[in-house]
C-alpha cells in the first residue's frame, strides 16, 4: 500500500496486545532485517532488561496520563507524591488486601492486613529489651509515623489524663504481663488488688468453751524464764475454745486456712488440730452451728520445742458471709481422729489465720 502520514492513521481502538504488530529491526549492528513484534512481545521483553539497582529519587519512569492520554514521565519523588493524592478511606477491614513485593520469589504479591498482623507472630523475640529500644508510633498530630524509645514510651504515663471518675473494681481493667504463661492479660482492679494475708490470733485471745473447754495454761521455762502462755487440750476428752473476729470489708468472702503452733511438756505422738468456723451478719441468731471442720494434724518433736503444724486445707464458715460478718472460729483437738496419738496435753500458742483480699483498702 501507499505511505501514508502517520496522523491520516484511523486510530486504534482497544488494545488486542496479541494482534498488533510493530516494526522492529533485528541485529542492526550486524545484518539488519526487519521483523514484526506484537505488543504483547514488546512487554513481555521488559523482565529481559538490566536491572538499574535501587531507584533514585530523581531517576525518570515512562507513563501514560489516563485524562488526556499523553505521555509522560515522572521522576522517582514525583511518583511518591502521588500516594498523598489517594482517597481517604474512613475503615480499614482486617480482609482488606496491599500490594507487596515478595523479596525470596521476586514477584508482586497482595496479602490482607490480617496476613500482615500474624506476621508479626514471625518476629524474633526481644530476650533483654533496653530503655533506649524502639518502637514504632503514628504522631496524629503531625500525621508522620515515629520512633519512640521504651524509655520516652513509659514516660507517657504522667501525661496521661487523671482519672476523674471512681474507679470500679469489678469493671476497668488494667493491663498485665503473666510471666509464667508469657502473655498479656486483663484485670480488674479488685483482682489486681486479690492477695494473702494473714492475722495471728494468740492463746490469750481465745475464750475456752463452758462446756469442755481446756484448761489456761502459764509456765516458766527453767533456764532463761520464757513465759508460755497456752491453752492446754487434754488428750482423751476434745475440748473447745472460740475467737470472734470481725474480718477486714477487703475479704472476699471466699474460703480460709490456718496453722497451728503449739508445744508440749510431756507425752509422744501425734496431735490433731481441728478448727470450724461460722459468719453472723447483722440480726443473725447467734447460737447456730459451726460449719464443717478441718483437721490438719502434726507430729510431736520434743518437750517445750515449738511446734508449727502445716497449712491446713480450705475452710468454709457457715452461713453466707457478706462484708461487715462477725465470723466466730472454734478450736479443738480431735482427739477420735487416728492421728491424734499423743499421750498429755497439746498447748496450744496461736493459730494463723489466712484471708485472700479483694479490694485495695476497706474504706
Not at 477491614?93 to 507487596?100: F, I, R, S, V
Not at 524474633?124 to 503514628?138: C, E, N, R
Not at 481441728?274 to 447467734?286: E, F, G, I, M, N
Amino acid at each position: 500500500m501507499a505511505n501514508q502520514k502517520i496522523t491520516d492513521l484511523p486510530s486504534l481502538t482497544g488494545t488486542p496486545a496479541q494482534t498488533i504488530l510493530f516494526e522492529a529491526v533485528d541485529d542492526p549492528a550486524g545484518t539488519p532485517t526487519s521483523k514484526s513484534v506484537t505488543l504483547s512481545k514488546i512487554f513481555d521483553g521488559i523482565p529481559s532488561l538490566t536491572d538499574g539497582g535501587t531507584a533514585g529519587r530523581l531517576d525518570y519512569f515512562p507513563a501514560v496520563l489516563n485524562a488526556s492520554g499523553a505521555s509522560r514521565y515522572f521522576r522517582g519523588v514525583g511518583l511518591f507524591g502521588i500516594i498523598n493524592g489517594l482517597q481517604e478511606t474512613g475503615t480499614f477491614a482486617l480482609a482488606d488486601e496491599l500490594g507487596l513485593y515478595q523479596q525470596n520469589s521476586s514477584a508482586a504479591r497482595k496479602r490482607s492486613l490480617q496476613q500482615i498482623y500474624d506476621l508479626a507472630a514471625l518476629l524474633a523475640t526481644f530476650s533483654d529489651p533496653q530503655t533506649g529500644d524502639l518502637a514504632v508510633v503514628h504522631d496524629l498530630s503531625a500525621g508522620v509515623t515515629k520512633a519512640i524509645s521504651l524509655a520516652n514510651l513509659a514516660a507517657i504515663v504522667p501525661q496521661l489524663t487523671a482519672f476523674a471518675s471512681t474507679i470500679d473494681g469489678a469493671a476497668d481493667l488494667v493491663a498485665l504481663w503473666d510471666n509464667s504463661a508469657s502473655a498479656m492479660r486483663k484485670l480488674t482492679p479488685d483482682q489486681l488488688f486479690q492477695v494473702r494475708q494473714s492475722v495471728f490470733i494468740p492463746a490469750a485471745a481465745w475464750t475456752p468453751r463452758t462446756t469442755n473447754g481446756p484448761a489456761a495454761g502459764s509456765a516458766e521455762l527453767s533456764t532463761n524464764k520464757r513465759m508460755v502462755k497456752s491453752l492446754d487440750f487434754d488428750a482423751s476428752t476434745q475440748e473447745y475454745a472460740q475467737f470472734p473476729v470481725w474480718l477486714p470489708k477487703s475479704w472476699d468472702l471466699s474460703t480460709l486456712a490456718y496453722r497451728v503452733a503449739w508445744t508440749t511438756a510431756t507425752g509422744t505422738g501425734g496431735v490433731t488440730w481441728s478448727l470450724a468456723a461460722r459468719a453472723d451478719s447483722d440480726d443473725d441468731a447467734l447460737d447456730q452451728a459451726m460449719g464443717t471442720a478441718v483437721l490438719v494434724a502434726d507430729t510431736r518433736l520434743a518437750d517445750n520445742d515449738l511446734h508449727l503444724t502445716s497449712e491446713s486445707g480450705a475452710l468454709t464458715a457457715a452461713g453466707s458471709a457478706a462484708e461487715f460478718d462477725l465470723v466466730t472460729f472454734e478450736l479443738s483437738r480431735a482427739v477420735a481422729d487416728g492421728g491424734d496419738t499423743k499421750t498429755g496435753d497439746a498447748r496450744f500458742l496461736g493459730l494463723q489465720l489466712y484471708y485472700n483480699t479483694r479490694y485495695r483498702s476497706d474504706a
